[in-house]
């Protein structure tokens, strides 16, 4: 579980986050959605230790990351993995090698282990045939996949995930989230994902905090939504004429279920 307390951020005189509490509990997949600029990725980079919030605490399974000591923080981030948005596979590597890279960067395991866990990892993600291949090779919804097995390699307790979706086509970024729902389920790992995907939203949403110009506008999971009178939130999410039809469906759905048999 990762909670955070009366977050503040401000960069000069410019104030980006102001006041933000949630809790992220294990087992579920927990979005934060908001419109560019509204303080997603600086709220991310404050969870995991890249900048230091002006007030409040990160507390990570009840310890404040920001009151931890070098070596503490060093073997926190060890329990961290990350689903970069662009992948950031290296392209001299092989999927293997790349998965292969933090157990070679922080373990003492021999050569065996590492390659054990490398092939756990990857047929996890149904890339069993993949191993040699580079990733100039395979496809964008694989690469992702290859960014997955890298994340989780490490048995993290705590995954985030920038954008998994982006530049993927519907179908493609359906099994991703898929993926990411099971293995956060399978591992009960604390997952944060930063999405402009409202159907990741509607599908994996366990835990949804809406962000508006630095501020906890909303909070709650993606069955909430459907019934939501905030009209900023409303506004963001049934944008679309899809996701406001997907929104009245939901709806009808709801209420035909609650008539008496």
């Known amino acids: 579980m990762i909670e955070i307390q009366h977050i503040h951020k ?16 294990a087992g579920k997949c927990n979005l934060i959605i908001g419109s560019s600029g509204s303080g997603k990725t600086v709220l991310t980079k404050c969870m995991v230790g890249l900048f230091q919030p002006n007030m409040g ?35 001299s590597m092989t999927v293997e090698e790349n998965v292969l890279f933090p157990l070679n960067m922080f373990t003492n395991w ?7 866990r490398a092939d756990e990892v990857l047929n996890r993600v149904n890339l069993q045939e ?35 979706n982006s530049g993927l ?35 994996i949403g366990d835990h949804i905090i809406y962000l508006h110009q ?17 009209q900023l939130l409303n506004n963001f999410i049934f944008a679309s004429e899809f996701l406001q039809d997907a929104k009245e469906m939901r709806m009808m759905e709801q209420m035909n279920a609650q008539q008496p048999k």
């Open 10 to 25: 401000s960069f000069g005189d410019r104030v980006i986050l102001e006041d933000i509490s949630a809790i992220m509990e």
């Open 57 to 91: 605490k990160i507390l990570f399974d009840g310890k404040d990351m920001l009151e931890m000591g070098t070596d503490e923080r060093k073997m926190l981030r060890q329990q961290i993995g990350m689903l970069f948005q662009g992948t950031a596979l290296f392209d």
């Open 110 to 116: 021999t050569s065996a282990e590492k390659k054990k």
């Open 130 to 164: 993949a191993h040699k291949k580079y990733p100039a090779e395979i496809s964008g919804g694989m690469k992702k996949r290859v960014g997955i097995a890298r994340a989780v390699v490490m048995n993290p307790r705590y995954l985030f995930c920038d954008e998994p």
């Open 169 to 203: 086509d519907p179908q493609t970024s359906m099994v991703i989230d898929k993926l990411i729902q099971e293995i956060t389920q399978e591992f009960n790992i604390t997952t944060i994902v930063v999405s402009h995907d409202m159907n990741s939203v509607m599908e």
């Open 214 to 230: 630095g501020r906890k506008q909303w909070e709650g999971s993606n069955k909430d939504i459907i019934f939501s009178k905030d």
